[in-house]
């Protein structure tokens, strides 16, 4: 399954725990209860599919520019960010 599928199953698996008149609707608390558990282990995947699916979206970015993507350092260096960030701060006063 992808993310896609995996969202669609956890809204499937929701609507046969709360919407009466489906025929697959479950009466009993218990019942829902293990629907409710099921479609959260599938919105979990789905979130996990769509952050997978960023990063290798960043990826073929990177690729398609012809760069190389930053390195992990470079990612967490923004002293020049924090910089101009504290200054608009303190301007702001």
């Known amino acids: ?7 669609q199953r956890a809204e499937e698996l929701l609507a ?5 008149g489906l025929t697959k609707y479950k009466e009993t608390d ?10 959260h282990a599938h ?9 997978a699916d960023t990063k290798r979206f960043q990826a073929a970015y990177y ?9 992990r350092a470079a990612r967490n260096n923004r002293t020049e960010a924090n910089a101009a960030a504290l200054a ?4 702001d006063k």
């Open 1 to 7: 399954m992808n993310g896609n599928q995996h969202y």
């Open 16 to 20: 046969q725990a709360f919407v009466p």
């Open 30 to 39: 218990e019942e829902r209860e293990i629907l409710v558990h099921a479609a």
């Open 43 to 51: 919105a979990l995947l789905a979130s996990a599919a769509a952050t």
């Open 63 to 71: 690729e398609g520019n012809g760069e190389e993507p930053p390195t």
């Open 88 to 91: 608009f701060l303190e301007n």
